[in-house]
């Protein structure tokens, strides 16, 4: 009987068919990494503070800017970053009847009066420092009591992902991986544009969700595809690549963002490609696999010798007997299979905490840049391109020293590198800077390495199945780590990455104590 890899190995393992495929294939990474953090841009909170009617009328007559007009009438207050202007309530009184004068804005007397007058809420809405910026968070005036709306807008976006993985997950093994991925890119354009032209919050959110059960299905369904379309030695390098491209994609991020300062002219950037993803139809053919695990064992040989003939090879084996060898395997696992002895449940439950923990601080990581002042777009370049060395470290690394040993160093980094930066004073900002950098390393190659850990830890009956629902605490932290960002981030600016250093070093210690130390290298 002759298998898949067999006519594989002749056609060309990684041949130039393959190369080609997988480049195409990796572009997809970049627009999915727009969506994941474009919250940092999209929902970018500027300075604001309470708009008073009688202030606007006094500083336009007098041709004050705004930080004229915030000096002269807004109280300070102390803060979780010390003291600040009051952003949540104003001073109750009349200013038409102050001393306030064109030629005075700083008034001595208006200054020491601030402190003791009442004060009173936004009721008129809120004046924003725009700095030629407008997000979602201005134009619905999503800040103060309403400010935990903007978690929402992220959390909805990993509710999509949760749903649409599993859902376009099981389409994929139904109806075949190319048909799911072009059906569901004609999906992601509807939804993206319709988030871009949303008339009011609720219909974001609604929109968001539908964009997000698009984006990540259909990566999902692209990292599958490009590994099942090559030799199993090359589906490590090959995944990791793909993944690679997630970080490339952070790199151009806030270049867009600076030259789209609009967000919902940002939205429709982000989702153009994926209208451009539809013409993969006539550049990217079924993967024979998936046409052998559902009997169509004509076309999938049909696509074989097409791939053979670009890698300019021939096929001599006997193709009659051509099967996949994992078929029958496949089509009997079952969700109880996952806990069906001690070692596998160990490994369920560590590798679902990684996923879980993985994404609550890689997410928390990018997005906590939105909140710490200064030249957002230089910061996020910055901490982008740390993330390429990430891939290239565990290529280096996995195949010389094992798995384990680079998973685990690459969490505790990660775990170390966060409660060190929560400690480091901000007047050493290089340092700070530097020290959250590391840290940013770690944790996107503990994010990367997860992925392929999980698929070699089960066994082949099991594995597609184990990384399905291991790979949905991704989502579910996903979910949290806005909430637990920016609420937290209110207290104390520090506390998400003392949380997050906890975090990664409990994962740590599972890694070591409970993994056994035969596994897979």
């Known amino acids: ?143 103060c009591a309403d400010a935990w709306y903007v978690d929402m807008f992220q959390a909805m976006l990993s509710v999509g992902f949760l749903v649409g993985s599993i859902a376009i997950g099981y389409l994929a093994d139904k109806y075949g991986r190319m048909k799911s991925f072009l059906m569901t890119n004609f999906f992601i354009g509807v939804a993206g544009i319709l988030v871009a032209t ?46 690679m491209f997630f970080s490339l994609g952070i790199l151009i991020l806030p270049l867009l963002a600076y030259f789209i300062p609009n967000w919902r002219w940002l939205q429709v950037v982000f989702t153009i490609p994926y209208i451009c993803f539809l013409t993969y139809y006539w550049f990217i053919p079924e993967s024979p696999r998936w046409l052998l695990s559902q009997n169509k064992r004509n076309e999938a040989l049909e696509i074989t010798k097409a791939i053979a003939k670009e890698n300019k090879k021939t096929l001599s084996k006997n193709t009659e007997t051509l099967t996949d060898e994992n078929t029958d395997s496949i089509s009997t696992a079952s969700f109880m299979d996952l806990f069906k002895t001690s070692k596998l449940r160990k490994f369920t439950f560590i590798l679902s905490f990684n996923w879980f923990t993985s994404a609550v601080v890689y997410q928390g990581l990018i997005m906590r840049l939105g909140i710490l002042g200064g030249n957002v777009y230089v910061d996020f370049l910055i901490s982008g391109i740390v993330e390429l060395p990430a891939a290239f470290l565990i290529l280096l690394t996995i195949e010389r020293i094992g798995r384990r040993l ?54 082949t009956v099991i594995r597609n199945l184990g990384v399905s629902v291991c790979s949905t605490l991704c989502d579910i932290g996903g979910i949290i780590a806005p909430f637990l960002l920016y609420r937290l981030a209110v207290i104390w600016l520090e506390l998400p990455l003392i949380i997050f250093g906890t975090k990664t070093e409990h994962k740590l210690c599972c890694l070591y104590c409970q993994m056994s130390p035969n596994v897979p290298n």
């Open 1 to 143: 009987m002759t298998t898949f890899e067999d006519i594989l190995e002749e056609a060309g393992a990684f041949g130039r068919s393959q190369m080609r495929i997988v480049s195409i294939f990796c572009l997809v990474s970049i627009p999915f990494s727009f969506v994941y953090v474009g919250i940092v841009f999209q929902g970018f909170t500027p300075e604001h503070w309470c708009r008073d009617p009688a202030v606007s009328g006094i500083r336009e007559r007098c041709s004050w800017s705004l930080q004229d007009a915030r000096r002269a009438t807004v109280p300070l207050m102390n803060s979780s970053v010390g003291v600040t202007y009051n952003q949540c309530q104003r001073l109750d009184m009349d200013w038409n009847a102050t001393g306030l004068t064109c030629d005075n804005p700083e008034s001595e007397l208006i200054q020491a009066q601030l402190s003791t007058l009442p004060m009173t809420g936004c009721t008129d809405g809120w004046e924003y420092d725009y700095e030629g910026r407008q997000s979602f968070v201005t134009e619905f005036d999503l800040v």
């Open 198 to 243: 949303a008339p009011n919050y609720i219909a974001l959110l609604v929109f968001r969700v539908l964009f997000g059960f698009g984006v990540k299905g259909g990566w999902m369904v692209g990292y599958v595809l490009i590994t099942e379309l090559v030799g199993v030695e090359y589906r490590r390098t090959v995944g990791v690549t793909y993944q």
């Open 406 to 459: 680079p998973f685990a160093a690459a969490n505790i980094v990660a775990g170390a590198a966060c409660l060190i930066t929560a400690f480091i004073p901000d007047s050493m900002f290089w340092l700070k800077s530097a020290v959250a950098c590391v840290g940013r390393l770690g944790i996107t190659m503990a994010f990367e390495m997860v992925v392929f850990v999980n698929t070699e830890l089960y066994p």
